[in-house]
């Protein structure tokens, strides 16, 4: 099971909030949640914060009556997903002494077999050309280096992907051999990114937002185009890069 709850929020009054407010929020969800925070390697919770058009001064957010606010939770296990579709806030979400009104709720709702089967078992007509955009900062672990690499890297990308969906769905698509053909096969068409600094309770991460499209050659290997395209669209559950489950990483595809 794979879900997507996004919820609309909005403010009655202007709403002041530290810019590390994110973690306060998603401990608290995590709580109403009934989920253990931090205990798994791969997060099965992938969650975007509080997203829409704000004033930053300094160390502090200011959120706006005027304006409409999206949160989503994401849950890529059968545990996380359930406690997502069961869970129920009410009509307003309190934390650090902030409320904001929940004025509606979508959920995306559909399993690993679903989206492996239309996308890659039903043999559709290969998509050559992705559009993604990246709501949140995101960044990628260097793995020797504590610096985080704020850059769209194909690589990085399909690599963080497909790590996910490996660790979670029934169907393994496949390792460094997958992501070897793919840095070969696809490449950074245009963009239009800038760095963003994603404030966390003891420090911040440089992370990337804006829009990507990707391109896979003509030459590529239908099937392995529809690998590809499967886990572009996987992206809007599971984020991108690190630090998925404290909001980071938000991925959409348009």
């Not at 973690?23 to 989920?35: A, D, F, I, N």
């Not at 009556?65 to 989503?72: N, T």
């Not at 963080?160 to 698509?173: D, I, T």
């Amino acid at each position: 099971m794979l879900i997507q709850s996004t919820f609309t929020l909005t403010v009655s009054t202007s709403t002041v909030l530290p810019r590390s407010y994110s973690l306060e929020l998603v401990k608290q969800l995590h709580q109403q949640l009934g989920l253990e925070m931090g205990s798994e390697t791969i997060p099965s919770l992938s969650y975007s914060g509080i997203t829409g058009f704000y004033s930053i001064s300094k160390d502090f957010i200011t959120f706006h009556p005027e304006e409409f606010y999206k949160l989503s939770l994401c849950g890529l296990n059968e545990t996380s997903a359930k406690a997502i579709s069961h869970l129920n806030i009410g009509d307003s979400l309190e934390f650090l002494g902030a409320k904001f009104e929940i004025i509606n709720r979508g959920d995306e709702i559909t399993s690993y077999e679903e989206l492996y089967t239309n996308l890659v078992g039903n043999e559709p007509e290969p998509v050559r050309r992705f559009e993604l955009q990246f709501i949140t900062p995101t960044a990628f672990s260097q793995g020797t280096t504590n610096l985080p690499l704020p850059l769209p890297l194909p690589t990085l990308m399909f690599r963080s992907w497909l790590e996910r969906w490996n660790n979670f769905a029934p169907v393994y698509l496949g390792g460094d051999e997958l992501i070897a053909y793919l840095s070969n096969a696809v490449v950074i068409k245009n963009h239009k990114i800038q760095t963003r600094t994603y404030q966390l309770h003891k420090g911040f991460v440089n992370g990337f937002i804006g829009d990507v499209t990707l391109q896979i050659f003509q030459r590529a290997d239908p099937l392995l185009a529809n690998v590809a395209n499967l886990l572009v669209e996987y992206a809007r559950f599971s984020g991108t890069g690190m630090k998925t489950r404290l909001g980071m990483g938000k991925t959409k595809s348009i």
